[in-house]
């Protein structure tokens, strides 16, 4: 289960002056945030802290009966730029500290943020959001596969495509995060297919179609080339879309063919 939250800047006063609440960061995030002199970028990297240690935060309490103040959470970034959760060291060893077994994803546009994350560290989770607003068609011709560009060609100039635009952009910025690999390969080796304008329903998460290049492809179980075939350790992504609010957010998973974690 992919348990995430979504926040915007009002969800406390600090956040919107590109300021720390108290007791939200830990010190090295406090150095890390005052290398930040670009305000939106200092908001943006605020609030996309404070979404995903509210979640951590609730997730720990839910399934470890922790309460975790929110600077014993330390989200670092590792070299290619994913987001990885630590857990300081508890008062009087109540929790070890060290790396939290989970996979995150982060994502912000305009005056919100989005964190998502898998209990299972091989099951990878992407995330996105995206403010919906026009789109040029030359963004489509030059980012987009053929299945994707007749998906938009089918839908009348305007906010509906727009909107569709929206979606196929950020479902691969989701399966990208996923991935691990974010824009820096060719977006036409992702083909995200959202549901037609008559399936659009506001804050409800609806399945999105999707393949990858075999390229893209890793082996996340580890067993290639060990005598196993190679469609048995495929990786099965799946993925969905939910608007609202002026709003797209988009969650790709990418999870193992044969995985211990599906009998939890």
């Given amino acids: 289960m992919i348990h995430w939250l979504e926040q915007t800047a009002s969800s406390h006063p600090d956040l919107a002056r590109g300021e720390p609440p108290s007791h939200l960061l830990s010190e090295p995030e406090l150095e890390q945030l005052a290398r930040l002199t670009v ?23 839910r399934v470890a009966g922790l309460t975790v103040p929110l600077d014993a959470l330390v989200v670092k970034t590792e070299p290619g730029g994913a987001p990885v959760p630590h857990l300081e ?85 989701a399966v990208l995060k996923a991935l691990g ?7 036409r080796k992702v083909t995200c297919l959202p549901g037609r304008p008559r399936e659009r329903r506001d804050h409800v998460w609806i399945p999105m179609e999707l393949s990858l290049d075999p390229s893209l492809l890793p082996s996340l179980d580890g067993r290639a080339g060990e005598g196993v075939p190679p469609q048995s350790s495929t990786p099965v992504m799946t993925g969905w879309w939910m608007e609202g609010d002026g709003y797209v957010r988009t969650m790709a998973v990418l999870r193992p063919a044969r995985q211990d974690e599906e009998a939890a």
């Fill in 39 to 61: 305000p939106k970028r200092r908001r943006d990297w605020l609030l996309g802290r404070w979404t995903a240690k509210q979640v951590l935060r609730s997730f720990l309490q």
């Fill in 89 to 173: 060291p508890g008062p009087q060893r109540r929790w070890r500290g060290g790396r939290l077994p989970l996979a995150v994803s982060i994502s912000h546009s305009g005056d919100r943020a989005l964190c998502a994350i898998s209990p299972f560290p091989r099951v990878k989770v992407g995330a996105d959001i995206e403010k919906l607003e026009p789109r040029s068609q030359g963004m489509v011709e030059d980012f987009f596969t053929r299945q994707e560009r007749a998906r938009v060609g089918e839908i009348p100039a305007g906010p509906l495509r727009d909107a569709m635009i929206s979606t196929i952009w950020s479902g691969k910025e």
């Fill in 181 to 187: 690999m974010g824009l820096r390969v060719d977006t």
